[in-house]
């Protein structure tokens, strides 16, 4: 099974839950997650995983805050098969940078 090293994506929070990444049909992957508060507040973020066809579940508590200028690195990697999504929102929209990177398998 080859093994690819790269970025999976990024992006801005919506204020809505919305998908940040979904893992491609055939192909399973491991991500890492960096969130970046630009704002000059104070913002609350949330993040969830989703099996495919499942529920979203929580990856951080809900509504974890992020001060001005500062990041949040999850220190857990997340193993997502085919079709499983990451998906985030905050309460400042366009005011958090999101960064996945990580192995995709093939």
Same mark, same amino acid.
């Given at each position: 099974?080859?093994?690819?090293?790269? @970025?999976?994506?990024?992006?801005?929070? %919506?204020?809505?839950?919305?998908?940040?990444?979904?893992?491609?049909?055939? !192909?399973?992957?491991? %991500?890492?997650?960096? $969130?970046?508060? /630009?704002? *000059?507040?104070?913002? &609350?973020?949330? $993040?969830?995983? !989703?099996? *495919?066809?499942? /529920? *979203?579940?929580? $990856?951080?508590?809900?509504? &974890?805050?992020?001060?001005? @200028?500062? @990041?949040?690195?999850?220190?857990?990697?997340?193993? $997502?098969?085919?079709?499983?999504?990451?998906?985030?929102?905050?309460?400042?929209? @366009?005011?958090?940078?999101?960064?996945?990177?990580?192995?995709? !398998?093939?």
């Amino acid at each position: 099974m080859t093994q690819f090293i790269k @970025s999976l994506a990024d992006g801005q929070l %919506a204020t809505t839950k919305g998908t940040l990444y979904t893992a491609p049909a055939d !192909k399973q992957a491991k %991500a890492k997650i960096k $969130l970046v508060n /630009t704002a *000059s507040g104070v913002v &609350t973020v949330n $993040l969830y995983f !989703k099996a *495919s066809g499942g /529920t *979203s579940r929580r $990856l951080i508590p809900k509504d &974890t805050t992020l001060p001005a @200028s500062n @990041s949040l690195v999850m220190d857990d990697l997340v193993t $997502l098969e085919a079709a499983d999504i990451i998906e985030g929102a905050t309460t400042t929209g @366009s005011k958090v940078d999101f960064v996945i990177n990580g192995v995709q !398998k093939a």
